[in-house]
T-cell receptor, first 117, second 116 residues
Framework: GAVVSQHPSRVICKSGTSVKIECRSL??????MFWYRQFPKQSLMLMAT?????????EQGVEKDKFLINHASLTLSTLTVTSAHPEDSSFYIC?????????????FGPGTRLLVL | AQSVTQLGSHVSVSEGALVLLRCNYS??????LFWYVQYPNQGLQLLLK??????LVKGINGFEAEFKKSETSFHLTKPSAHMSDAAEYFC??????????????FGKGTKLSVKP
């Protein structure tokens, strides 16, 4: 099956620093990747949609200058949380759609837990 | 616009009992529907999906769901609960064939507890 990895799995940083999270599709090419955020005991909320080689599309209320997304290749997307603050502490999950199955299936990464002190 | 409503934020069943997790959706275009399971501190695992083929969909771990257009429902069932089924379950919808938006809209989730 299609595998999506995320790195790191857990990160603790000081307020004001930037954190980069990587999302990789390991055995397929991902035309589209999605970034979600999940607060404790809540559902996943879509932050942005990322297509390879183009600018990400952000959901309403998500600051594009704070959450920088780069989708440089068909197997890698990165989310950078710039000048992180404690309220950015959350579980960040990426997903990827393959060229083959398209919109029928999203494959999810294991998530990255961010704690900002 | 699309939305998902999961009735019951917490469902508790006894081991061996029927599991029924409810999901109703709203979609302006024919939908794709999904059930995902999430174990603590982990990502999401796809249980099953409906993509406009058979309305009764069988998934992994003995789960199945039936797409009922007239009721706009996609309830998840399993005949006999196992302790390992205890987890959070999310129903999700996306635009189906002919639609252009691939992102998933998730319900709020239902936490399933299984009592011995």
């Amino acid at each position: 099956g299609a595998v999506v990895s995320q790195h790191p799995s857990r990160v603790i940083c000081k307020s004001g620093t930037s954190v980069k999270i990587e999302c990789r599709s390991l055995d397929f090419q991902a035309t589209t990747m999605f970034w979600y955020r999940q607060f404790p005991k809540q559902s996943l909320m879509l932050m942005a949609t990322s297509n390879e080689g183009s600018k990400a599309t952000y959901e309403q209320g998500v600051e594009k200058d704070k959450f920088l997304i780069n989708h440089a290749s068909l197997t890698l997307s990165t989310l950078t949380v710039t000048s992180a603050h404690p309220e950015d502490s959350s579980f960040y999950i990426c997903s990827a759609q393959s060229q083959r199955t398209g919109r029928e299936t999203q494959y999810f990464g294991p998530g990255t837990r961010l704690l900002v002190l | 616009a699309q939305s998902v409503t999961q009735l019951g934020s917490h469902v508790s069943v006894s081991e061996g009992a029927l599991v029924l997790l409810r999901c109703n959706y709203s979609s302006s275009v024919p939908p794709y529907l999904f059930w995902y399971v999430q174990y603590p501190n982990q990502g999401l695992q796809l249980l099953l999906k409906y993509t406009s083929a058979a309305t009764l969909v069988k998934g992994i771990n003995g789960f199945e769901a039936e797409f009922k257009k007239s009721e706009t429902s996609f309830h998840l069932t399993k005949p006999s609960a196992h302790m390992s089924d205890a987890a959070e379950y999310f129903c999700a919808v996306s635009e189906g064939y002919g639609g252009s938006q691939g992102n998933l809209i998730f319900g709020k989730g239902t936490k399933l507890s299984v009592k011995p």
